[in-house]
């Protein structure tokens, strides 16, 4: 039950933005869109989420548009440390019971950053 | 220094037999999970935890069991029903407040069953 469809791989040269796009055409009007990354034999680690409106962080900046079917992921000056997979997740928001907030991670995008 | 811990890091065992590995959060977190992550695949969640003595099965619950004795501690238990346990088992916690469901990783416990 995929909600999210990303790019396999993607490469960026190392001081340049790099811009990963993801797809969430079924979104629900409540679902927030998080991006995680995961550093080979890490554990993942939180970048940035969103319900609407674009958000800035020190890690990144997260791009939605309005309709909401579709969102960018930039990391505005790459480095090789980022070099990582990307998982772009839609989940609704957290209220207890069944509705747990899942995060629903699929294979996501492999960024490779080039010196 | 708040964080997620996980040990062992490598982990070996061998067929048919049982092996816990540990979680523990001092982040004073509510929610726990447990993910189970195969090579080149993403995440999937074995079970989770809402609040201390409570738990639900996640999508590939069978073959494991958890406890929640304690809100700092989520010990996941491989048993030897699950058929294929090699892997790498991530552990994460969040707040679980409306909103936002941010979850803190752990480092990964890599089983290896010989």
């Known amino acids: 039950d995929a909600k999210t469809t990303q790019p396999p791989s993607m490469d960026c040269a190392e001081g340049r933005a790099a811009n990963l796009p993801c797809n969430h055409s079924t979104i629900s009007g409540n679902e927030y869109v998080y991006w995680y990354r995961q550093i080979h034999s890490q554990g993942p680690q939180y970048i940035i989420h969103g319900l609407k409106n674009n958000e800035t962080n020190e890690m990144a900046s997260l791009i939605i548009t309005e309709d909401r079917k579709s969102s960018t992921l930039i990391l505005p000056h790459a480095t090789l440390r980022d070099t990582a997979v990307y998982y772009c997740?839609?989940?609704?928001?957290?209220?207890?019971?069944?509705?747990?907030?899942?995060?629903?991670f699929g294979q996501g995008t492999i960024l490779t950053v080039h010196p | 220094d708040g964080g997620i811990t996980q040990s062992p890091k490598y982990l070996f065992r061998k067929e048919g037999q049982n092996v816990t590995l540990s979680c523990e959060q001092n982040l004073n977190h509510d929610a726990m999970y447990w993910y189970r992550q195969d090579p080149g695949q993403g995440l999937r969640l074995i079970y989770y935890s809402q609040i201390v003595n409570d738990f639900q099965k996640g999508d590939i619950a069978e073959g494991y069991s958890v406890s929640r004795e304690k809100k700092e501690s989520f010990p996941l238990t491989v048993t030897s029903a699950q058929k294929n346990p090699t892997a790498f088992y991530l552990c994460?916690?969040?707040?679980?407040?409306?909103?936002?469901?941010?979850?803190?990783f752990g480092p990964g416990t890599r089983l290896t069953v010989l």
């Open positions: 997740i839609v989940s609704p928001p957290y209220a207890g019971g069944t509705s747990y907030g899942k995060l629903t």
């Open positions: 994460a916690s969040s707040i679980a407040s409306g909103g936002n469901n941010e979850q803190f």
